[in-house]
């Protein structure tokens, strides 16, 4: 299996999977630069995942639909482009001769899903939409701190080698942050700047994996002591688990 991001916008990933024959996209704002793909690698295009309804994800879908008749997969409770097979909780969706686990991952939005398959060439495979990025988590614009720590928790709980499909390359920024809630930790020091040098030379810091997230991601960290400390600097009423994911949040949203 190969898997490619394809940049769209200014910092989307539209994740393409392909056997060399057959392939199928995640999350495509943008249908031109799939189409392209398809083409230069002499790919049919079979299935068209979707994880929420955001513009930037579901804005290449029809065209992508109606150009190579993929069907499309997508969340139950969000407005995806029709015809979709709607998706729970639980569900199974066979795409190129693997079985993608369907996860609710609420938080961004309020239907948003994750895809997972546990076995991918080797390794487990996610494919998690804005819920979770490399050194950050996407921002709740439908759901509760509550929620999202939830849904964290449970991409956390994944194998510590699936790697990570996020769809923004906003990893430098998310570094940034990160760096000033936890200042000393070694091992985000050491990935900030092997991800600069990524970046220097024009690659992409993604997939990211889930063992490389739990040490240096402020979001799936925030049981850690440094972190509660940190975010009790910020807001010195969080006080839960609830509270102190919520600090850290608004912290990164008025960060500059």
């Known amino acids: 299996m190969y898997l490619i991001p394809i940049p769209a916008f200014n910092d989307n990933y539209l994740w393409l ?15 031109q630069p799939v189409l392209r793909a398809l083409q230069e ?9 979707v ?22 997969f997508g969340p139950a409770r969000e407005r995806i482009p029709e015809p979709f097979t709607r998706l ?56 509760t701190p509550a929620q999202m720590l939830a849904s964290l928790d449970r991409l956390a709980a994944l194998p510590a080698d699936t790697r990570v499909c996020c769809t923004h390359e906003y990893t430098m920024s998310n570094l940034r942050f ?12 050491g990935y900030h700047a092997y991800c600069a040098s990524l970046r220097a030379h ?5 997939p990211t994996s889930m063992a490389r997230e739990l040490l240096i991601n ?24 609830a509270t102190l994911f919520a600090a850290i949040r608004q912290w990164k949203n008025q960060f500059k």
Do not use: K, W, Y
């Not at 999977?17 to 249908?31: F, K, Q, S, Y």
């Open 178 to 189: 990160a760096l000033a809630v936890e200042p000393d930790n070694t091992e985000l020091i």
């Open 51 to 72: 994880t929420h309804h955001h513009h930037d994800h579901i804005g290449g879908v029809a065209a992508l639909h109606e150009a190579t008749g993929a069907t499309v």
């Open 218 to 241: 402020p979001f799936l960290r925030t049981r850690q002591a440094t972190v509660m400390a940190a975010a009790r600097g910020f807001d010195p009423a969080a006080h839960d688990d």
């Open 88 to 143: 729970e909780d639980g569900d199974t969706v066979q795409v190129l001769g693997l079985d993608f686990q369907v996860l609710d991952v609420p938080g961004h939005t309020a239907g948003h899903i994750a895809f997972f398959c546990s076995n991918v060439d080797g390794h487990p495979l996610l494919f998690c939409g804005d819920t979770l990025f490399s050194g950050g988590c996407g921002r709740l614009f439908e759901g």
């Open 202 to 206: 024009g690659q992409p810091t993604l």
């Open 41 to 49: 690698n002499a790919l049919q295009l079979e299935s068209i995942l």
């Open 17 to 31: 999977l392909h056997d060399g024959r057959r392939a199928a996209i995640v999350d495509p704002g943008d249908a």
